[in-house]
């Protein structure tokens, strides 16, 4: 009984260990962002700050910023914010449309060939993205469509789709195709019966799908950074890392910068976290 | 009209099934394939600075590219990058997934838990460990000093060529891990528990039961893992250009970023950029066919 006890009490505390590793360092973001800069410059620093204030993020959100990506240009942090936040919107509508006819088109009607579309549509995820960035950048340059939201969000669906196409198709294969059959039989078309029996059914799937495509779009920077950095229209991405730069001396303020544009995703995956998870795990399982 | 619109209406028929498909198809055939066969294009020729002049010059790129000794010192960088922050990666998210399957209360909690890092964007991670290894005020430094491990703030985590790899490793596999650990947790628990209960009866002890038992089972996830951190590795850009910016001097300049400077920053070599990134796109393929062979050799069925 007291070998049990002794074990047990080894798997507390590392496992104490591994969310200390795990969530410290996100606490301490936090934690700084509420600080004034001499609780952080003290040594050692206040681990606990003594007089707590939301001052950074005022400043922060009403900063006016000039600062050089590619040009100098003058933006605030709420415009980014904006931006990101329509980027991402629309990212992850746009993804979904296509995203599900796609995906119900591969599983439950598929034709001569398309499995190995499917494949390489698949397969496209693993490319590293700078073999296509040159290509890309050269393209569009020439096509004058640099520096438009326009382009960002096309770029960021064809790179969230084929991810998109798969998850979803792993969702609709776990229905019971007697469901859509009967719905059929009632007089509706197949793409009545997807949007009316099947997208209900798999609303979990779906939830999560648009999680993962709203993160990584909202996450991205290198796509960003090349595309879209010589106008007002960056990201939050780049404008957290370029503002972080240039208040490098500030560490509150560097770190509210990172707390500002983390916080919607870490939201949306507290929020959601069972849809997310069971959407993870399921891609582990299914490999 | 009446014979497309039955066509269209008929489940099976191939213009119905391809009509769904077209306009991922098109996205993805204007912004994947097509840049990928223009990428081997450019990087046999000569690209002018307006975007026009282009000419061809052959393998000129891809022997600049292998003559030049800087990337085949990126290349080693890269190496060692990929390396230390896959083997690392599921070492730790390996440890995070057993403990959290050893029935331990509030296992929930916890697993919610890491979906924080997980979500956090990578420039915010930059920023977040930025702060913690900053040589003067850093929480790292102010963590040692206050426990009495070092005198003064004198540790340049990021200044100091050797530590700055070990750094941006550190930072990498604190943003992933998580993830790793949640897959990892998902294969165990797929497990049968019957598995493990025979085994006991067997006599068979903590140690035996994970070696021939949850290794083996787990095999398929494990590898696939890592093949996607070590391609992942392969891309790394955001957090290196958030940390270090490939320094101190060339301490951390791995290949992503190299030719992110190479084409995007400083020379404006888009031939070479393309040779390069396509021996990047080689060395993928290779390591995915690689994982193809010994994902098929190493399947087993209890």
Known sequence: ?287 | MRSISELWNRPRSPLFSLTLILPSLLIILALIVYPLVFSLVISFGKVGANFRNYQFVGFANYLAVLLNREIWHALLLTLEWILGVTVILMFVGMAGALLLNTGLRGQSIFRTLLLIPWAVPPVANGIIWLSILNKNYGALNGLLYQIGIIRDYSIGWLETPTLAMASVIVAQVWKWSPFITLMILASLQSIPEELYESAKIDGAGFIRRFAYLTLPLLMPTLLLLTLLNLVWALNAFDLIYALTQGGPGNATKVIAYYIWKQTFSAAADFGGGAALSYIILLISIGITFFYARVSRAKRVEY
């Open chain 1, 1 to 287: 009984m007291k070998a049990k006890l002794l074990t047990k009490t080894i798997l507390y505390a590392l496992l104490a260990v591994f969310m200390i590793w795990t969530v410290g360092p996100y606490l301490w973001t936090i934690i700084s962002s509420i600080s004034l800069p001499i609780e952080l410059t003290a040594k050692p620093p206040h681990w606990i700050p003594r007089q707590p204030t939301l001052e950074n993020y005022k400043k922060l959100l009403q900063l006016v910023g000039e600062y050089r990506v590619a040009t100098a240009t003058r933006s605030s942090l709420r415009q980014n914010l904006l931006y990101s936040f329509f980027i991402s919107c629309v990212t992850t509508a746009l993804c979904i449309l296509f995203g599900s006819l796609s995906a119900y088109s591969f599983s439950r009607h598929p034709f001569r060939g398309s499995s190995f579309l499917f494949f390489l549509i698949f397969g496209s995820q693993l490319l590293p993205f700078i073999v296509l960035a040159i290509p890309l950048y050269i393209t569009l340059a020439r096509l004058r469509l640099l520096d438009k939201l326009g382009t960002l969000i096309f770029l960021y669906i064809s790179f969230t789709l084929p991810f998109v196409i798969w998850l979803m198709k792993n969702y609709f294969e776990m229905i019971p195709k007697d469901i859509e059959d009967a719905a059929m039989i009632d007089g509706c078309t197949p793409i009545r019966a997807l949007v009316r029996v099947v997208l209900p059914v798999c609303a979990p799937g779906l939830v999560a799908t648009g999680i993962f495509s709203f993160l990584g779009a909202w996450n991205e920077f290198f796509l960003a950074l090349i595309f879209m950095s010589r106008t007002q229209t960056i990201t939050l991405s780049v404008a957290t890392l370029v503002f972080g730069w240039t208040h490098r001396s500030d560490l509150p303020l560097v770190a509210t910068g990172a707390v500002i544009a983390s916080l919607p995703p870490v939201l949306l995956a507290l929020l959601f976290q069972k849809f997310i998870i069971r959407g993870l795990m399921q891609g582990a399982v299914k490999g």
